[in-house]
């Protein structure tokens, strides 16, 4: 790393270093305020837990914002002292002089993926079970999730009941199609740890439903032959000490992430869309979900580097002061989550193919720094 390396990263890191910062804050107190009508009487520490697992999603989406208002506030310095004109003078171009924050953006492009693979979904979670089980008020958790039917893999979940003192569901009906075969069990109480569902005074049938409809018996002797065809298999529980435990494919966290709703960010990470693309069962519009979540990752992961090649000929042409090198930050900002968000709107209502929608944005930035980029790309 050379003196002028040196030099440019002291310019650009304390704003950018500063974006992180700012923008983290505004986007977290704004999702608080928010809700602000929910939270009185909240212990603050309770506050203050849901508040920082917002962090690692919104350090994932505001890289490129900080991005690009480092390099505004520190190249448009450069531009406007002409010591940009001096070092091109001397055979620097403007894009070697970059060469460290190109590296720098590439690798943060790579952690922003890793975050949004192996941290942002576990914090998401987490942001809507603290939500649920300690911010709100009126019940906690599982409780959010009374009277409804609850898709749990190949299980349909309900209950009609939470008991917040012993943390237990009551009224419980878990069933299981495999075929024309059903599974149902019936239980007054249950406990969710984990992925263990225990009931207890449960009732477990299995019934073979090809067997009807019941042909015309014509003795009682026929009946009790055909109804263990059809009745395949019951456990009562008799023993109030006796418990069922079936494992279910999603854990109670889950459960709330998924189902007790209120806006939250999705839970799932990249690989996860993508494995649900080779899926051949999916519907046309799951599937253009599936590759929508899938694609905006990528490019909101990898828009660090895009952002980069906008603010270099934007800093050096346009940027005259600092006011308008705030501006011209905030400006581009609104601009590129505008397109974004369009963007996956249409290609969400299949308006644009999922590619070209969750990309546009990032293309479009492109188009704009090459159209910009005399003198710095070309």
């Known amino acids: 790393m050379t003196r002028i390396d040196r030099y ?18 505004l986007v977290a107190f704004s999702n608080l305020l928010a809700r602000a009508q929910w939270v009185g009487g ?3 520490t309770s506050l203050l837990q849901w508040i920082g697992l917002q962090i690692p999603f919104i350090f994932t989406q505001t890289l490129p914002l900080a991005t690009l208002l480092g390099v505004l506030i520190g190249y448009s310095r450069l531009s406007r002292e002409n010591e940009l004109l001096v070092m091109q003078a001397g055979g620097i171009s403007v894009l070697r002089t970059a060469r460290w924050l190109l590296l720098g953006a590439a690798a943060l492009a790579l952690f922003s993926l890793y975050l949004s693979e192996r941290v942002v979904p576990w914090a998401n979670q987490q942001t809507a079970v603290v939500w649920w089980d300690q911010v709100a008020r009126g019940t906690r958790g599982l409780g959010w999730l009374t009277g409804r039917d609850l898709k749990v893999g190949d299980y349909l979940l309900f209950f009609d009941g939470y ?13 299981q199609w495999k075929g024309q075969s059903l ?17 207890e005074d449960f009732r477990l049938y299995t019934l073979d439903l090809a ?8 003795s009682l002797e026929e009946v009790e032959k055909y109804l263990p065809q059809l009745v395949r298999a019951q456990n009562v529980s008799r023993d109030p000490q006796a418990s069922l435990v079936i494992t279910l494919p999603q854990n109670r966290d889950q459960l709330v992430a998924n189902f007790a709703g209120g806006g939250f960010e999705s839970p799932y990470p990249p690989s996860y869309w993508w494995h649900r693309l080779q ?6 519009a799951e599937a253009r979900e599936a590759q929508v979540n899938l694609h905006s990752a990528l490019a909101v992961s ?19 002061s600092p006011a308008v090198a705030l501006g011209l930050a905030l400006g581009l900002t609104i601009a590129y989550y505008a397109v974004l968000s369009l963007g996956k709107l249409m290609a969400l209502s299949g308006l644009l193919p999922a590619e070209l929608g969750v990309w546009g944005a990032n293309l479009l930035a492109l188009a704009v720094a090459f159209w910009l980029g005399k003198g710095v790309y070309r």
């Open 42 to 44: 909240v212990p603050v």
């Open 279 to 284: 899926n051949p069962t999916l519907t046309p």
């Open 211 to 218: 067997k009807l409809p019941l042909p015309d018996f014509q």
């Open 183 to 199: 599974s149902v069990v019936f239980a007054n109480r249950g406990r969710l740890e984990g992925y263990r569902l225990e009931l």
């Open 302 to 320: 990898l828009a660090n580097l895009v952002i980069l090649f906008l603010a270099l000929p934007v800093a050096a042409r346009r940027a005259s």
């Open 163 to 175: 008991d917040n003192a012993r943390q237990e569901i009551v009224n419980v009906r878990l069933q």
């Open 8 to 25: 440019l990263l002291r310019e650009v890191l304390p704003p950018f270093l500063f974006g992180i910062f700012l923008y983290i804050a």
